[in-house]
């Protein structure tokens, strides 16, 4: 979804998405998630991730992008 993205706004003459991964402190544990900036608007992944699938956040993020300026 990241490439897909990248590509899209490549083809509108967008400026490449600024991914934020941002953490939330649940328990004992991290969750994380990502907001990405793109074309004046801001989204933000469904879900909150364990830290070694912080790219399933971003590629949720990427995702929600696409299908929405799309």
């Given at each position: ?44 992944a469904?879900?909150?991730?364990g ?20």
């Amino acid at each position: 979804w990241q490439r897909k993205l990248d590509e899209y706004c490549m083809a509108q003459c967008f400026a490449h998405p600024l991914y934020s991964i941002i953490s939330d402190r649940r328990g004992g544990r991290t969750a994380w998630s990502c907001t990405l900036s793109v074309a004046g608007e801001t989204f933000a992944a469904r879900h909150w991730y364990g830290g070694q699938y912080v790219q399933n956040a971003k590629e949720d993020a990427a995702e929600l992008a696409l299908q929405s300026l799309n």
